[in-house]
């Protein structure tokens, strides 16, 4: 895991606001952040934030203009800010990202590249989102992925269950909290 990055994605107060499903998603990631950081793996938050104004938004990206409509995302909005039961701690990295993917529009590669990061592991909301856009641009980038299927969330349960279930898993290693908990369990 010395090579190993957890990122924790898009986990922000309004996004939980309106996914949480009350499945215990929110302590079941915690339990995994306490965990990466027992094993000595780095913890990446990963937030969307758009600029007031919001200058770097197009009106042909329509997810885009949507996302701004609904006010969502905006630097300094206190909806934009991640939520308390996730925050990071000292020596966790927050990337500020300017699209679905972790990559876009953020210093997210330049981290990894100085700290040696050749795999990633993928906690967030929404899998049909912020997780299918980084997994795909962590594959052109040859780097190595798990998914932690019950640290993810979807508004659209069925969504969530064919991308962890039938797509993911051609691309990457998808497991439980528990499962990844135990296999980076020191010895």
């Given at each position: 895991m010395?090579?190993?990055a957890l990122l924790v994605m898009d986990v922000q107060r309004d996004v939980v606001a309106l996914a949480d499903d009350g499945s215990g998603y929110l302590p079941r990631l915690?339990?995994?952040i306490d965990g990466a950081r027992a094993a000595g793996v780095p913890v990446i938050c990963v937030v969307m934030g758009l600029r007031p104004g919001d200058p770097e938004v197009s009106p042909r990206s329509k997810v885009m203009a949507d996302i701004v409509r609904a006010g969502l995302f905006t630097e300094g909005a206190p909806g934009t800010e991640i939520h308390?039961?996730?925050?990071?701690?000292q020596g966790d990295v927050v990337?500020?990202?300017r699209r679905?993917?972790?990559f876009s529009g953020s210093d997210l590669d330049l981290v990894l590249r100085a700290r040696d990061i050749d795999s990633l592991v993928l906690a967030a909301i929404a899998?049909?989102?912020v997780?299918?856009?980084t997994l795909w641009h962590a594959v052109d980038l040859d780097l190595g992925l798990t998914v932690l299927a019950d640290a993810c969330l979807d508004t659209d349960p069925e969504v969530h269950r064919m991308l962890t279930e039938r797509l993911f898993p051609q691309w990457a290693d998808v497991?439980?909290?528990e499962d990844w908990l135990k296999a980076i369990a020191p010895q």
């Open positions: 010395a090579n190993s915690r339990g995994a308390d039961e996730v925050a990071p701690q990337v500020i990202k679905g993917s972790a899998t049909s989102a997780v299918l856009s497991v439980t909290v």
